[in-house]
């Protein structure tokens, strides 16, 4: 069984965040790794919550803003900036 890492959880959104992966392909992970994964034992909870709300992000009313990135990332120790570059 896998155990996954707050790193493992901030580097999928951070993917996310970089349009590397899609909200549909996000979710589809977090909904597998509550099923069948095991999260870092000295992070459970934070782990556990994040990964819960990152499953119902497709939901209309759930929905992933980047202040719920913000708020998810900081709930496993993390933070996101933003870099503003010219094309």
């Known amino acids: 069984m896998e155990i996954i890492s ?3 959880v901030a580097k999928k959104l951070a993917a996310y965040l970089h349009h590397d992966l ?3 392909d996000l979710v589809a992970w977090a909904e597998s790794a509550l099923m ?3 999260f870092d034992p000295a992070h459970y909870a934070a782990i556990r919550d994040v990964i819960a709300r990152l499953g119902v992000a497709d939901v209309r009313t759930f929905g992933l803003a980047w202040e719920d990135c913000e708020q998810l990332l900081a709930r496993i120790g993390y933070s996101a900036q933003v870099n503003v ?3």
Do not use: T
Request: aromatic share 0%; net charge negative; charged share 40%.
């Open 6 to 8: 707050r790193e493992a």
């Open 22 to 24: 899609s909200l549909a």
């Open 36 to 38: 069948e994964s095991d």
């Open 85 to 87: 570059v010219a094309r």
